[in-house]
């Protein structure tokens, strides 16, 4: 809803009176144009945390038996109530929503039940090794994915399209896990190159553990993320430069005597680059998703395994949490898509309403 | 570019043994429906014997008799895969009818009903697309204490978002053309419009939507099931095969895992090739491609 006020404002703007005053707006426009988003994402994120408060509090799960655990024949009824006037859960669920929210906004995200600690930094410490992951996943599959689709695109309708074309479907449609059992399978049993899973070899101290040994493990669950990432991006980018090489200009270069990789050097790249990136960036969902299954297929102890772990085992806290840290996640990856479209591309700024 | 200088005489006559995308997506129509009606029909028509426990033929690899091998406790594990499969397909269906309906309600809605439906539903959307899908999945899952009403409700209420938006940019055009607008004018209500002039326009974004979504759903149905958030332990779904398998990787049992994952794999596959040749046929400017 705030941005059709981005798109009413921009209208109003003046744009024929020169390139220097349309520079000058620029810084302007951004500055608006982040906070509608900041807006728009605070609205999201309330509209998450009331909607997953509701529906975690309609859970069948009682969070009193789900915090005492086995102990729960010793608790008697009265104790019950201690507990949960303690809580606050006798409360109207409005109210425990607002307590549940300003402790949030103070940066207390509870305990979590079944690591008895601060949520905060449960999250704060598996973000890393889940970044980890992730990022290498995300630069190996988008540079490989682009790649492969220049190439299918340059050489389109030969062989080696039809077989780039044929890999990515087929890719499109493989499960995660089971391709992360093939690995485990191939790489792990059969060829004892890997170890089988865990981020860090057991036994060992935590002080103990080398750099070496963290790649280790992270080379099975990278690799299968990047090997089933690179078909979004390989047939957007096929499909964004077979159209670039349908143009005139093209059609001109090629009439000039330019082929092949100057071709594309001089007219595609830049093209295709973008979009491709963008594509890269709005693609963070699947890539939380990806990584939940790849870190329960290997145990890698990232936040996917925490969110498994939390909705097996009824860890009301750290699921939350793990709920709105995904949601800033994905929103950030999509205000970068965004902000790079509206920066680098001028097109946007003109005619689109965001 | 202008294909008709490239394309030679001789490549001309070859081309005439080809099939064209009509006939090549007929065919593939009628082989993914066998193939569909087999594994459901295999599914019904398989004995639960077969799956009985059978300690004497335990942890064998594929042979001709076991075409997939057997799993830890001697069940046939082909006929494992195929129940699975016909479970998945089930919810698969249900869940991508259901989340078609609501993309279709919402799509409409939002493109008729007035401005404050349109920024409430695409509001929607976006809450939707903001969080990952199978996080999505494992908290609706988590709330309904899993099982297989969570896991239908979980995948009917995370699929629709993209397909609503699809079907109200569709909605949009028609309603801006000249005989919705006549008919607006001849004082027929916006309900009689929707179901006479606007609905039928969408059968074809609808079917498209459908069977690209339907992957989709057997996708992450079992993804969930695998992660142990859906199906009971007790179903032979997918999912729990594959989980289960996971114990037995470091024994060498590679079948239990292999060949379930690859008929998900060629199940999946099938439907989206044809959701794919449905739309390159009805998208003119992509109908031409080979």
């Known amino acids: ?354 | 570019m202008i294909p008709g200088l490239k394309i030679g005489t001789k490549e001309e006559k070859v081309k005439r043994f080809y099939l064209n995308r009509r006939q090549k997506t007929l065919l593939t129509i009628v082989v993914a429906t066998i193939i569909l009606l087999s594994v459901v029909v295999g599914g019904a028509m398989l004995d639960q014997e077969r799956i009985a426990t059978n300690l004497n033929e335990r942890n064998l690899p594929p042979s001709l008799k076991h075409l997939f091998g057997t799993d830890w406790l001697g069940r046939d594990m082909f006929t494992r895969t195929i129940m699975g499969l016909s479970l998945s397909m089930g919810v698969g269906l249900i869940g991508a009818i259901g989340s078609t309906s609501i993309a279709l309600v919402l799509g409409m809605v939002s493109a008729t009903m007035g401005k404050m439906a349109d920024r409430l539903i695409t509001w929607l959307i976006d809450l939707f697309l903001s969080v990952p899908h199978l996080v999505t999945l494992i908290l609706i899952a988590f709330t309904l204490g899993g099982g297989f009403k969570g896991i239908v409700i979980g995948l009917m209420l995370t699929h629709w978002p993209s397909l609503a938006r699809v079907i109200r940019a569709e909605v949009m055009q028609i309603r801006s053309a000249e005989y919705v607008q006549i008919s607006q004018q001849m004082g027929k209500s916006s309900w009689w419009i929707a179901v006479h002039h606007i609905f039928p326009h969408l059968i074809p974004q609808l079917l498209i939507g459908f069977m690209l979504m339907f992957p989709h759903v057997i996708l992450h149905e079992a993804a969930v099931t695998f992660l142990g958030l859906g199906l009971s332990p007790h179903e032979p779904a997918i999912g729990i095969i594959l989980s289960e398998s996971m114990k037995y990787l470091s024994s060498g049992m590679w079948w239990l895992a292999f060949f379930p994952g690859l008929c998900l794999l060629i199940i999946v596959r099938t439907f989206e090739t044809i959701g794919e040749n449905f739309r390159m046929l009805i998208d003119p400017t992509r109908a031409n491609e080979k």
């Open chain 1, 1 to 354: 809803m705030y941005m059709d006020m981005v798109g009413r404002q921009q209208t109003t703007l003046p744009t024929g009176n020169g390139v220097n005053n349309v520079r000058k707006n620029i810084g302007v426009k951004i500055s608006k144009f982040l906070l509608m988003k900041g807006l728009r994402m605070l609205t999201l994120l309330f509209a998450i945390c009331l909607i997953s408060f509701l529906l975690i509090k309609n859970s069948p799960i009682d969070p009193i038996q789900a915090y005492v655990g086995a102990d729960m024949i010793k608790v008697s009824p009265e104790q019950r109530e201690k507990i949960a006037e303690y809580w606050g859960l006798d409360q109207p669920v409005m109210v425990q929503f607002f307590s549940w929210l300003s402790a949030l906004l103070s940066g207390d995200l509870g305990t979590s039940m079944i690591f008895r600690r601060p949520v905060s930094e449960i999250i704060g410490e598996r973000f890393w090794n889940s970044l980890v992951l992730m990022l290498t996943a995300w630069i190996l599959s988008g540079v490989i994915g682009f790649v492969m689709g220049v190439v299918s695109a340059m050489k389109k309708d030969t062989w080696i399209d039809r077989i780039i074309k044929w890999y990515c479907y087929t890719l499109a449609s493989t499960p995660t896990f089971w391709m992360g059992l093939l690995m485990l399978i191939v790489f792990a049993v059969w060829l004892g190159w890997f170890p089988i899973g865990l981020g860090v070899p057991t036994g060992v101290l935590a002080e103990d553990v080398t750099l070496a040994d963290r790649l280790q493990h992270l080379i099975l669950p990278a690799m299968t993320l990047s090997i089933l990432g690179v078909a979004n991006v390989a047939l957007h980018t096929r499909q964004k430069l077979i159209d670039v090489l349908a143009s005139d200009y093209v059609l001109f270069a090629r009439a000039r005597g330019e082929r092949g990789f100057l071709l594309f050097w001089r007219h595609g790249l830049r093209n295709v680059a973008l979009p491709a990136i963008t594509l890269q960036f709005a693609a963070f969902s699947e890539l939380f998703g990806g990584a939940v299954l790849a870190e329960q297929v290997f145990s890698y102890p990232g936040l996917g395994q925490a969110t498994v772990e939390a909705g097996l085992r009824g860890d009301v806290p750290l699921l939350l949490g793990l709920v709105l840290f995904s949601t800033i996640f994905v929103f950030a990856g999509n205000l970068i898509a965004d902000m790079i479209y509206y920066v680098v591309d001028p097109r946007t700024r003109e005619s689109r309403t965001i």
